[in-house]
T-cell receptor
Framework: AQTVTQSQPEMSVQEAETVTLSCTYD???????LFWYKQPPSRQMILVIR??????QNATENRFSVNFQKAAKSFSLKISDSQLGDAAMYFC??????????????FGTGTRLQVTL | DTGVSQNPRHKITKRGQNVTFRCDPI?????LYWYRQTLGQGPEFLTY????????KSRLLSDRFSAERPKGSFSTLEIQRTEQGDSAMYLC???????????FGQGTRLTVV
């Protein structure tokens, strides 16, 4: 079974600064998908960024980018130019590529990001 | 609003009572998932539907839990004889295909007293 580990329960960053959230995972599969989801207080979870394991290039979405190290099974999220609206719980998640029963997401325990002025 | 809708948003029930939650996925999405999220934890998979077929159930889904998706549209999750350990946020998500983005609802927060 796949597992996802987020070792930072809380992180803090000053507005306009850069912060990196860590995630490691364990799998025996060679092809899979990795995601970062953001869960603001009392609001639904939204997808921040996704990475296909077969792609060597790190995914980027505006101020959000990942550092995907397949051999190390590491998938960190970098948030540049942090904004107050980035404050939320961030979850790293894994999904197998197989359709049907393996379409579910396996989540880490989350990292609470605080953004200070 | 064309997102995933969940009702009710909050539910407080006495131990031993039955509760039912509803999820309305995005209309063209044929895949629907239920997750449970307890305080300080990430969401954990409960069950998955493709259209009206329930294709997978987690071991977390005891025999007190049942989920349905009649006609492949909305879904219901029922918990019978609730226990305090059932207190959690129940999240619903839907997606169009297996390898496309899953969209989440705001969840139903259950408190069993």
């Amino acid at each position: 079974a796949q597992t996802v580990t987020q070792s930072q329960p809380e992180m803090s960053v000053q507005e306009a600064e850069t912060v990196t959230l860590s995630c490691t995972y364990d799998t025996s599969e060679s092809d899979y998908y990795l995601f970062w989801y953001k869960q603001p207080p009392s609001r639904q979870m939204i997808l921040v960024i996704r990475q296909e394991a077969y792609k060597q290039q790190n995914a980027t979405e505006n101020r959000f980018s990942v550092n995907f190290q397949k051999a190390a099974k590491s998938f960190s999220l970098k948030i540049s130019d942090s904004q107050l609206g980035d404050a939320a719980m961030y979850f790293c998640a894994y999904r197998s590529p197989v359709t049907g029963t393996a379409s579910k997401l396996t989540f880490g325990t989350g990292t609470r990001l605080q953004v200070t002025l | 609003d064309t997102g995933v809708s969940q009702n009710p948003r909050h539910k407080i029930t006495k131990r031993g009572q039955n509760v039912t939650f509803r999820c309305d996925p995005i209309s063209e999405h044929n895949r629907l998932y239920w997750y449970r999220q307890t305080l300080g934890q990430g969401p954990e998979f409960l069950t998955y539907f493709q259209n009206e077929a329930q294709l997978e159930k987690s071991r977390l889904l005891s025999d007190r839990f049942s989920a349905e998706r009649p006609k492949g549209s909305f879904s219901t999750l029922e918990i019978q004889r609730t226990e305090q350990g059932d207190s959690a946020m129940y999240l619903c998500a839907s997606s169009l295909k297996a390898n496309t983005e899953a969209f989440f609802g705001q969840g139903t927060r259950l408190t069993v007293v």
